[in-house]
């Protein structure tokens, strides 16, 4: 079993900057994709980022595209979502999950998901 524990959401103003983080635990192996998603109220889960096992390979979302930069640090199981110029559609729960493959931009290519974090963006 494999748990994941997102932190860094909040409140901020619309052109700030947060960084989100999400470390796993337990089954976890260091060389599997993982990914970003984001909720809305309302609105279904939509694909923000993913990067390969190794890092070498980031895929966004082109709402956030030159704004969003996603991250890894496999020593400490650890992936981030650095989010720059935030804007007020980018309020959501954000989800990191992890995937052994698939469409990366599938939420059914999933098999992890962590408990979300609150993103809330001020106009």
């Known amino acids: 079993q494999v748990q994941l524990v997102e932190s860094g959401g909040g409140l901020v103003q619309a052109g700030d900057s947060l960084r989100l983080s999400c470390t796993a635990s337990g089954r976890t192996f260091s060389n599997y994709a993982r990914g970003w998603f984001r909720q809305a109220p309302g609105k279904e889960r939509e694909f923000v980022a993913h990067?390969?096992?190794?890092?070498?390979?980031?895929y966004y979302a082109d709402s956030v595209k030159g704004r969003f930069t996603a991250s890894r640090d496999n020593a400490k199981n650890t992936v981030y979502l650095q989010m720059n110029s935030l804007k007020p559609e980018d309020t959501a729960v954000y989800y990191c999950?992890?995937?052994?493959?698939?469409?990366?931009?599938?939420?059914?290519?999933?098999?992890?998901w962590g408990q979300g974090t609150q993103v809330t963006v001020s106009s």
């Open positions: 999950a992890q995937t052994r493959g698939g469409r990366y931009y599938s939420t059914h290519s999933y098999d992890y």
């Open positions: 990067f390969s096992g190794s890092g070498s390979t980031t």
